[in-house]
């Protein structure tokens, strides 16, 4: 499967952001799909997941009340909505997708390496 993601930027503290990621490819017809991110000189983290159906969502305690994930099924789209954000938001922003049930997204935090597709990352860059 490939994935395509767009919409990261460069705005100051407060503002928002609307982050995509396409899915195309593969054997599934949906995925479950989520954002990671990596900071210079810091290791990628989790950020938030939903499964193909919407009905589990998680997110990273960091973005809590911030951001918000949703998707787009007829599109295979995912989306992370990001309010009010923060300097230390700053990173590199990575959309994941998996086979649905293959690694619940309840465990996407402590097992990214399982996830079977990554795209290309786009960078948000927020400046105080």
């Known amino acids: 499967v490939q994935l395509q993601a767009s919409g990261g930027g460069s705005v100051q503290a407060g503002a928002s952001l609307t982050l995509s990621c396409t899915a195309s490819?593969?054997?599934?017809?949906?995925?479950?799909m989520g954002w990671f991110r990596q900071a210079p000189g810091k290791e990628r983290e989790f950020v938030a997941a939903m499964n193909w159906s919407g009905s589990s969502i998680y997110y990273a305690d960091s973005v809590k009340g911030r951001f918000t994930i949703s998707r787009d099924n007829a599109k295979i789209m995912v989306y992370l909505q990001m309010n009010s954000l923060k300097p230390e938001d700053t990173a590199v922003y990575y959309c994941?997708?998996?086979?649905?049930?293959?690694?619940?997204?309840?465990?996407?935090?402590?097992?990214?390496?399982?996830?079977?597709?990554w795209g290309q990352g786009t960078q948000v860059t927020v400046s105080s």
């Open positions: 994941a997708a998996d086979p649905p049930g293959n690694t619940i997204v309840a465990l996407w935090d402590v097992n990214p390496n399982a996830l079977d597709a």
């Open positions: 490819g593969g054997t599934f017809s949906n995925f479950d």
